[in-house]
């Protein structure tokens, strides 16, 4: 379970010091303790309209973010306060408090723009806050977001103009749902005499409307948020309280002195955001972490400092190196950690030693498929595979070690007095090949009565008869008991049985080779099904999000063809084309692309293992299979 994060108070993120953007450091420290999928919460608007208060309320708090009750703007920067999210238990809510918008005091307005395309970037649900009604004017206010194309890229490097028009396509995929809050909302919600909802009025708001210059403005403001965010919500606020006095203190008075339908209004409100608002997610379903908003935040600000526009694709290519290495750096410490707790050396045999192992990689993996993303010719998945079976060659050698060393030392123990015996002479007597036969047999009945030798049993104790071999033949030769015959048939039973150990350890170290390459084949099978089943996962996440950004095109020109806006609707062709082609592409590109990448990752991890012949026949029965397989289905 991730530790417990205890935020008092926000901090401020993103600091704007002279119009020049930094990263707080402290912050970013914050970020990297918490291991939990986050819900991002961001709110934009013009200084002095309360976004302060609202997400105070969020919290679940009076105080916290800075409220202002003078003409300046309070907030500078971007403000985050990290909370445990009061629906979702494994979840952090975070909630960001960008600094107003239109400042007088600011000298460049590309300022507000990079504040306002930051809070875009790095939330999931993006609340605009503005005073009074949604009209020509507040939607001119609103400008920021027609600008979003030349702020934000979604892919690394488009050049042409189709190239722009392909790019913002893409935008709805990763941008968050949009919450238009109204302040100080006077008007009755009707339209044409019938009551409507606050979504219906805002939705109303957004549609086109004929006309030139002012209108067309406030026309491409609304394009931008029907074509940007998929999902949409408004709350419109009565005033908090007509007394100026506690207004201007509205922090510090007790909720029964706010107007009872304003109450009520912000519970609506922070309910909503509370079970509404998702979790954050990046291209293909990544999630967002506290750690992984670190690294967004990083590059994005590092880019604009740069003179360069904030880009998904790089951002996550730049998260993905820190991700994967960490993922799998995660894996190998599951590994180690539930092989010592598993493994207890020595093991009886290889095998139990290699089962162990491939439970405990098979965990590892799936670890690392769970935590890594954008693993770019599955490099760290490689690195994986040799490290673990680094890992492995490391514990065989200590287990043949452990078995060595024990079965050494109990042949010593065993053994004692058979050397003391031949030290004292005591078979240098007639009779006495047969006395030292006699004893040799009990030291070896006793060894083999011994459990838990390990797979070094053999070899040890052929190594002691080796070293008894010519004590033995000494013995024989000098036992004048026997006959020149009976020594020479007790000689040539020696060497026979001697023979017979020499070929059952010799049997034995085969049979270890074959569960060794029997086992690098199961890695290789465990390998690759895990990568094929991340990326069929990662196809159908693809194919998803693209579908998605085709329904919200199609029913966005149907609406502008129902309102009369054909030219707007001849317009979103361009992007409906883009889309089918590449739900096509990614609908056709499924076996063979994935087939050919599982055959060349299951060769390169084969060049890790020296039975990398009999593997490359493995991989390549099964890569034929998974194509068969496929296509006949």
């Known amino acids: 379970m991730a530790p417990k994060l205890n935020m008092m108070a926000p901090i401020c993120l993103v600091e704007n010091i002279n119009e020049q953007l930094s990263v707080n450091q402290e912050a970013l420290q914050i970020l990297d303790q918490i291991s939990q999928p986050l819900v991002v919460v961001a709110i934009v608007g013009l200084y002095r309209t309360g976004k302060s208060y609202l997400m105070n309320q969020l919290a679940g708090q009076n105080h916290g973010f800075p409220l202002c009750s003078t003409v300046q703007s309070k907030t500078k920067g971007i403000w985050m306060w990290c909370v445990p999210h009061p629906c979702k ?30 809070a875009v970037l790095l939330s999931s649900m993006l609340v605009y806050n503005s005073l009074g ?32 028009v392909e790019d913002s396509t893409e935008f709805v995929s990763f941008f968050p749902d949009f919450i238009w809050t109204v302040r100080d909302f006077t008007l009755e919600l009707k339209l044409n005499g019938d009551s409507i909802t ?32 998929l999902k949409r919500k408004c709350f419109v606020f009565v005033r908090p309280t007509n007394d100026t ?52 935040v990083v590059t994005y600000v590092g880019a604009i400092n740069s003179g360069a526009v904030p880009c998904l694709e790089n951002a996550v290519t730049t998260m993905a190196q820190i991700e994967n290495s960490a993922a799998m750096q995660k894996a190998v410490e599951h590994y180690s950690e539930h092989m010592a707790q598993r493994v207890r050396l020595p093991t009886d045999t290889l095998q139990e030693l290699l089962d162990l192992h491939a ?81 040799k047999t009990r030291i070896e009945q006793d060894y083999w009565q011994v459990p838990m030798k390990g797979v070094k049993a053999n070899e040890v104790f052929q190594s002691f008869l080796q070293s008894q071999a010519p004590i033995e033949k000494s013995i024989l030769q000098a036992d004048k008991a026997l006959t020149d015959g009976e020594k020479a048939m007790a000689a040539e039973r020696a060497r026979k049985k001697a023979a017979e150990k020499e070929q059952e350890l010799m049997r034995q170290k085969l049979q270890e080779q074959q569960q060794q390459i029997e086992a690098q084949t199961r890695s290789l099978k465990e390998n ?49 084309k883009i889309l089918k082609t590449k739900i096509t592409a990614i609908e056709n590109d499924d076996t063979p692309r994935i087939a050919e ?22 991989v390549r029965s099964f890569g034929s299979l998974f194509k068969k397989t496929q296509f006949s289905a």
């Not at 009025?201 to 931008?224: D, F, H, M, W």
């Open 198 to 229: 606050e979504d219906q009025y805002l939705e109303n708001a957004l549609k086109l409307i004929p006309g030139r210059n002012k209108v067309q403005l406030s026309n491409l403001t609304r394009e931008c948020i029907q074509h940007y965010f």
């Open 359 to 439: 439970a405990c990689e098979k965990e590892a993996i799936a670890m690392f498929m769970v935590n890594s993303f954008k693993d770019e010719n599955q490099e760290f998945q490689k690195n994986l595979v040799k490290t673990l079976k680094d890992k492995k060659d490391v514990l065989v050698l200590q287990n043949e070690e452990a078995s060595a060393q024990f079965c050494r030392d109990k042949l010593e123990q065993l053994s004692m007095a058979l050397m003391e015996s031949i030290s004292a002479g005591t078979f240098s007597v007639p009779g006495g090949h047969k006395l030292y036969m006699e004893t």
């Open 245 to 296: 006095e506690f207004l201007a203190n509205i922090e510090n008075i007790a909720e029964s002195q706010l107007h009872p339908k304003f109450q009520k209004q912000t519970k609506t409100f922070c309910s909503y955001i509370n079970t509404q608002a998702r979790t954050k997610t990046l291209r293909e379903g990544i999630t967002v972490t506290g750690k992984r908003l670190g690294t967004l």
């Open 597 to 618: 990448n599982i055959e060349r990752f299951g060769n390169e991890i084969t060049s890790i293992s020296a039975s990398a012949n009999l593997l490359g026949n493995v």
């Open 133 to 164: 009604t949604i009209n020509h004017q507040a939607l001119e206010l609103l400008h920021y977001v027609t600008e979003l194309t030349e702020l934000i890229r979604a892919k690394s490097s488009p050049i042409s103009d189709g190239d722009e």
């Open 89 to 118: 238990p494994d979840h952090m809510l975070v909630l960001l408090d960008t600094e107003g918008l239109g400042d007088v005091e600011k000298g460049d307005s590309k300022n507000d723009s990079w504040i306002f395309a930051l």
């Open 528 to 576: 690759i099904l895990q990568l094929k089943q991340k990326m069929e996962r990662d196809r159908e996440n693809l194919l998803r999000e693209h579908t998605m950004m085709l329904e919200h095109k199609l029913k966005l020109q149907e609406d502008m063809l129902n309102d009369g806006f054909r030219k707007q609707a001849d317009e979103i062709n361009a992007e409906i």
